[in-house]
């Protein structure tokens, strides 16, 4: 089944700054790959996803990227906010096993300093 | 329109007891998944559900969880003679269908603390 790396576990930014958070992925079949922000006390809520055939993807200050040779995918958010502060989690569909869709990363713990 | 709901929101018991926790999808979705978070942990994959056919319950812990679904719609996962390991937020999610690239739609979450 799939595996999900996510690095780093917590990330502490200026506001402003741009935050980098990577996941790598073992299954080279996953073609699908989706980035979840939690915030505290809330459930997590997709907020960006990137499909195999293309390498990049941007929306407002948030872009993700993929390298599939290399089988991982970044989230890039530019211009921090306080509000950016959450826990964000990559996932990468499990082909190969039946627990369900989906194989969640450890998450990356944002905190953005104003 | 209505997201995911889950009741009850925090819910504290005492190590031995059964709790019964209740998951409400989207209206229409037919694919619902229970998730385990531990704290500071990512999410554990526990049972899905896709329309009528029988669930996968491979991510279940133990004997001493279960699920049902009634009527492809409202789900509830149930912990028998809880243990202290079992306190985390139990998440629910649904999708659309259960595609391998569909989003899931999660709830708030509900707290179990066993004392």
């Known amino acids: 089944g799939e595996n999900v790396e996510q690095h780093p576990s917590t990330l502490s930014v200026q506001e402003g700054d741009s935050a980098v958070i990577k996941c790598t992925y073992s299954?080279?079949?996953?073609?699908?790959f989706p980035w979840y922000k939690q915030e505290l006390g809330k459930g997590p809520q997709l907020i960006i996803d990137i499909r195999s055939n293309v390498g990049e993807k941007k929306d407002q200050r948030i872009a993700v990227t993929l390298n599939k040779t290399a089988k991982h995918f970044s989230l890039h958010i530019t211009e921090t906010q306080p509000e950016d502060s959450a826990v964000y989690f990559c996932a990468a569909p499990n082909y190969g096993g039946s627990q369900g869709n989906l194989i969640f990363g450890k998450g990356t713990k944002l905190s953005v300093k104003p | 329109g209505a997201g995911v709901s889950q009741s009850p929101s925090n819910k504290v018991t005492e190590k031995g007891k059964d709790v019964e926790l209740r998951c409400d999808p989207i209206s229409g979705h037919t694919a619902l998944y229970w998730y385990r978070q531990s704290l500071g942990q990512g999410l554990e994959f526990l049972i899905y559900f896709q329309g009528n056919s029988a669930p996968d319950k491979s991510g279940l812990p133990s004997d001493r969880f279960s699920a049902e679904r009634t009527g492809g719609s409202v789900s509830t996962l149930t912990i028998q003679r809880t243990q202290q390991e079992d306190s985390a937020v139990y998440l629910c999610?649904?999708?659309?269908?259960?595609?391998?690239?569909?989003?899931?739609?999660f709830g708030p979450g509900t707290r179990l603390t066993v004392l």
């Open positions: 299954d080279s079949a996953s073609n699908y």
């Open positions: 999610a649904s999708s659309l269908v259960r595609g391998l690239t569909d989003t899931q739609y």
